[in-house]
């Protein structure tokens, strides 16, 4: 039951730092003051998202060479395009194929981030 709390404590950490980031200070306060329930629901209604259904980014090292050229690259793309979204790449990485990001990046910012 511990760990599952240090993993929701992450990944409520970097939902805030995405979307408040003066919150992410405070959120063993939250944790202590409020239900998981509470807090998702007042976040699913404050930013329209829940804090707890992207899993905390896996480590750098746990990547292979390819995974982490790509992952360099999107960082540096996002910076250029889209200065918040350099942050979350973890989380991109994870929820979405390097297709996907391909696609959905020439979509929004016409321009491939892996080239």
């Known amino acids: ?6 993993e929701k404590r992450a990944m409520l950490v970097n939902f805030y ?9 405070q959120v063993d306060a939250i944790m202590q003051a409020h239900t998981m329930e ?4 007042a976040c699913v209604a404050r930013y329209n998202a829940d804090p707890f259904k992207v899993p905390p980014p896996p480590p750098t090292a746990a990547m292979d060479s390819d995974a ?19 942050e979350q790449v973890d989380a991109i990485m994870q929820a979405h194929t390097m297709e996907g990001i391909r696609d959905a990046c020439v979509a ?3 321009a491939d981030p892996f080239k």
Do not use: C
């Open 1 to 6: 039951m511990a760990s599952d709390a240090a």
């Open 17 to 25: 730092h995405q979307h408040n980031p003066e919150q992410a200070e």
């Open 38 to 41: 509470g807090i998702r629901d």
């Open 68 to 86: 982490e050229e790509k992952r360099v690259m999107l960082v540096n793309f996002y910076r250029k395009h889209n200065p918040e979204q350099a």
């Open 108 to 110: 929004r910012y016409n």
